[in-house]
């Protein structure tokens, strides 16, 4: 286990070190909670300080004493003359003791304490980085369950960080819900490993945690399509599926589950008096109309293009299938499924972002069978091969990340023509 614990440590400097010279220092706190990230976070300060759910405090705080040309985004949407805001409030809850923590700091400080000062934007970066933490930890224990060799996992977890968008998001976009995401999605997925092996489930914990995926992104329900295959089996699963529904706990699972989604409604209710609101208006699916293409192969924002470890990735699915062909050829299925519900979104590029940023959330669909390929090569000129091409993926993802965040691949505007006109252009960095 040392060389994980080590691994982890290393991640954890890097990522804290950069985080503190890039987004605590100076002024640079501005630009920590922005974009979406703002929407979700509003639901905070709205609750906390202002106790106004149409948050009027919009105007004098976000257009008024911090607005900033760079970073000014308006969440709210009307709706039958009532103001509400258009992203759910999911993510809010696992940045709620960070934000708590810093409102509690700046009562007691010289920093306003109105959720927008220093205190604030530093804590959700803060909460970043622990979810980060607490999703490496939850992707060891996975790992570990599908016996990969210990050096393996402790290679896999700062390929997975820093070789896709992962360092990016928890980073730079901290407020975004794809880094709580990842680790509510992972752990419900070591829950269903645990089961598979056991034969027990916690429905209470479980039906919290399927109820809080859903509130912070809905379309992440579809992790409940990957049950099946995180058992050995069909009949396994099958088998645990019958037994499931014999236990009066289901019950009690499905209503908490119910009972944490309907939190969004009653924000709804109290923002307009009205349940039941689609907040998005004319932005939808388009099933009959999927980018599958695109947002796996596109210059604008294609996984495969921007962060191509997740490509070598999804290789291991060949090794993994000589242990396990289900639970193989099943993580290929889900993830087409996934690639065809989140191609199907209207804007399947999710406007700005560096990759294709809602594959983020389910990092474990990469991380299991990149751990079954590095575990499977026993030749060391092989071995070493392939830690050396992932090596340099990640050194081309870095130099990548650099050049979005310095808007020379731009945040939405990106084809092919740009980007190879900039494609490793170190003298364009010098600019």
Request: hydrophobic share 50%; net charge neutral; glycine share 8%.
């Given at each position: 286990m040392r060389a994980i614990y080590a691994s982890i440590a290393l991640i954890m400097t890097l990522v804290v070190w950069s985080a503190a010279n890039i987004m605590w220092s100076?002024?640079?706190?501005?630009?920590?909670?922005?974009?979406?990230?703002?929407?979700?976070?509003?639901?905070?300060?709205?609750?906390?300080?202002?106790?106004?759910l149409n948050f009027g405090f919009y105007d004098s705080l976000e257009a008024g004493k911090y607005f900033n040309p760079n970073f000014i985004y308006d969440y709210r949407k009307q709706y039958n003359?009532?103001?509400?805001?258009?992203?759910?409030?999911?993510?809010?809850?696992?940045?709620?003791?960070?934000?708590?923590?810093?409102?509690?700091?700046?009562k007691?400080?010289?920093?306003?304490?109105?959720?927008?000062?220093?205190?604030?934007?530093?804590?959700?970066?803060?909460?970043?980085i622990v979810f980060l933490l607490l999703s490496l930890l939850i992707l060891v224990k996975i790992l570990e369950f599908f016996g990969i060799q210990k050096g393996v996992i402790a290679l896999v977890l700062p390929v997975l960080v820093f070789g896709t968008n992962w360092y990016y998001y928890v980073v730079s976009e901290p407020a975004?819900?794809?880094?709580?995401?990842?680790?509510?999605?992972?752990?419900?997925?070591?829950?269903?490993?645990?089961?598979?092996?056991?034969?027990?489930?916690?429905?209470?914990?479980?039906?919290?945690?399927?109820?809080?995926?859903?509130?912070?992104?809905?379309?992440?329900?579809?992790?409940?399509?990957?049950?099946?295959?995180?058992?050995?089996?069909?009949?396994?699963?099958?088998?645990?599926?019958?037994e499931l529904f014999k236990k009066?706990?289901?019950?009690?699972?499905?209503?908490?589950?119910?009972?944490?989604?309907?939190?969004?409604?009653?924000?709804?209710?109290?923002?307009?008096?009205?349940?039941?609101?689609?907040?998005?208006?004319?932005?939808?699916?388009?099933?009959?109309?999927?980018?599958?293409?695109?947002?796996?192969?596109?210059?604008k924002k294609g996984l495969f293009i921007y962060t191509p470890i997740t490509l070598i990735a999804l290789l291991g699915i060949w090794p993994w299938a000589r242990v396990n062909v289900w639970q193989a050829l099943g993580s290929l299925v889900f993830f087409?499924?996934?690639?065809?519900?989140?191609?199907?979104?209207?804007?399947?590029?999710?406007?700005?972002?560096?990759?294709?940023?809602?594959?983020?959330?389910?990092?474990?669909?990469?991380?299991?069978?990149?751990?079954?390929?590095l575990n499977a090569i026993k030749v060391k000129w092989l071995k070493r091969t392939t830690i050396s091409v992932l090596l340099v993926l990640v050194l081309f993802c870095q130099f990548q990340t650099y050049q979005y965040r310095r808007m020379i691949i731009h945040w939405d505007s990106m084809d092919k023509d740009t980007y190879w006109e900039v494609f490793l252009?170190?003298?364009?960095l010098m600019k």
């Open positions: 100076g002024d640079h706190h501005v630009g920590i909670i922005k974009a979406d990230g703002k929407g979700y976070y509003a639901h905070l300060p709205a609750v906390f300080i202002y106790d106004d003359g009532k103001t509400l805001n258009k992203y759910y409030c999911g993510t809010a809850i696992p940045m709620m003791p960070f934000f708590l923590g810093a409102h509690v700091y700046a007691n400080s010289d920093y306003p304490a109105d959720g927008y000062s220093k205190p604030y934007n530093v804590s959700i970066s803060i909460a970043a975004v819900s794809h880094v709580y995401s990842v680790f509510f999605i992972s752990w419900f997925v070591w829950l269903v490993l645990k089961w598979s092996k056991t034969g027990k489930l916690s429905m209470i914990l479980t039906g919290l945690l399927v109820g809080l995926i859903v509130l912070i992104r809905p379309a992440n329900g579809i992790i409940l399509a990957c049950i099946p295959f995180l058992f050995p089996n069909l009949r396994s699963f099958w088998k645990a599926f019958v009066p706990s289901l019950i009690t699972g499905v209503l908490l589950a119910l009972a944490v989604v309907a939190l969004q409604l009653v924000v709804y209710k109290i923002q307009t008096d009205h349940y039941l609101i689609y907040s998005y208006e004319e932005e939808g699916f388009n099933f009959a109309s999927p980018e599958i293409f695109n947002i796996l192969f596109s210059y087409g499924l996934l690639t065809y519900i989140l191609s199907s979104w209207w804007n399947w590029y999710y406007g700005g972002s560096f990759s294709s940023r809602v594959y983020l959330d389910y990092m474990f669909v990469f991380a299991i069978p990149l751990a079954f390929l252009d170190v003298k364009g």
